[in-house]
């Protein structure tokens, strides 16, 4: 199984991204989803998650700000994320929840300027 993940790209202070994830085999629809993000230097951290019934919860950082939502029938998880700010910055990655290791992929560079 692979996951993969799009939509990062270079965007002003202030703008919008969003950012899609599906996997090789349909693993969306039977897990709880959840995005991470790692900047240069940094661990790997939390962005959002939501559950099979669709629940979200987020990272204080991004809360307000960012929108996960999930499409089953497509295999799709999504990140919309808004206002964007320089510390956003960073590789998106996104997993089941919990993650698994061999599941994390090369995720999607986001980059904010300021």
């Known amino acids: 199984v692979h996951i993969m993940t799009s939509g990062g790209g270079l965007v002003q202070s202030g703008g919008s991204l969003r950012l899609s994830c599906t996997a090789s085999?349909?693993?969306?629809?039977?897990?709880?989803m959840a995005w991470y993000r790692q900047a240069p230097g940094n661990q790997r951290e939390f962005v959002a998650r939501?559950?099979?019934?669709?629940?979200?919860t987020y990272g204080e950082s991004v809360n307000g700000r960012f929108t996960v939502s999930r499409d089953d029938a497509q295999n799709m998880v999504y990140l919309e994320m808004t206002g964007l700010k320089a510390e956003d910055t960073a590789v998106y990655y996104c997993n089941i929840q919990p993650p698994l290791d061999y599941l994390w992929g090369q995720g999607t560079q986001v980059t904010v300027s300021s």
């Open positions: 085999q349909r693993i969306v629809s039977v897990n709880d």
């Open positions: 939501i559950t099979r019934n669709g629940h979200a």
